[in-house]
């Protein structure tokens, strides 16, 4: 009996898969705060089973992952306190969602967004150089958002999972603790930069 030589995934696959989990994590981190804050009021209001439901919907259509049983069903406190730390993971999710917006306007669109003159301008002083210099850096700063990205959206379907009422890893809370004060921390800096 011969055994099959396990096949490995084709790097068109392997970087549809990767652009497709991208997608799926950029879109995770866009809806977050506005779901948070959903789930603060409805659960305020006595509708926290529609703020799970909610919660179900963006980890399975969203983030693509298959779906769960709810053991218990959360109670009203659980489910504030859920949309709470889910809206400070919204919050920093801010950081890298804007370093991706960035990467489009201030590397793809440069020379349309920044009129000029370029004589001071990385790549400077012709046009092309400084949007060229401006494409090449932020093509090499984009994964680090799109990573950033990916890793608040699997804290963030950690957390729903223990909505859920399912055990996950003890480095969730802490993990979520630094997201939220590293991005803090970065835009206080940044801030203080401009």
């Known amino acids: 009996m011969t055994s099959q030589p396990a096949t490995l995934p084709r790097p068109r696959h392997r970087a549809a898969r990767l652009a497709r989990a991208a997608g799926r994590s950029l ?16 659960a305020s209001i ?15 259509r969203v983030l693509g992952r298959s779906a769960v049983d709810v053991p218990r069903r959360p109670g009203t406190v659980r489910v504030i306190g859920h949309g ?14 804007g370093v991706e917006a960035l990467f489009v306007l201030r590397g793809m669109f440069y020379g349309f967004v920044d009129p000029g003159p370029y004589d001071h ?3 400077g002083p012709s046009k092309g ?3 060229a210099m401006h494409f090449l850096i932020s093509l090499l700063l984009s994964p680090t958002g ?6 608040l959206a699997a804290v963030q379907d950690r957390l729903t999972l223990r909505l859920l ?16 004060l590293g991005a803090g921390a970065f835009v206080i800096a940044w801030s203080r930069q401009i």
């Open 46 to 60: 006595g509708r926290s089973a529609v703020a799970v439901r909610w919660w179900l919907r963006l980890r399975v």
């Open 165 to 180: 009422g399912h055990r996950v890893p003890r480095w969730v809370t802490p993990a979520a603790t630094v997201l939220t």
């Open 27 to 42: 879109a995770c981190c866009a809806v977050l705060l506005p779901v948070s804050i959903a789930t603060v009021l409805l």
């Open 121 to 123: 301008s990385w790549g």
């Open 129 to 131: 150089g400084a949007w």
């Open 146 to 151: 799109f990573l950033m990205l990916a890793g």
């Open 84 to 97: 709470l730390v889910s809206a400070l993971l919204g919050v920093a999710a801010l950081v890298p969602l």
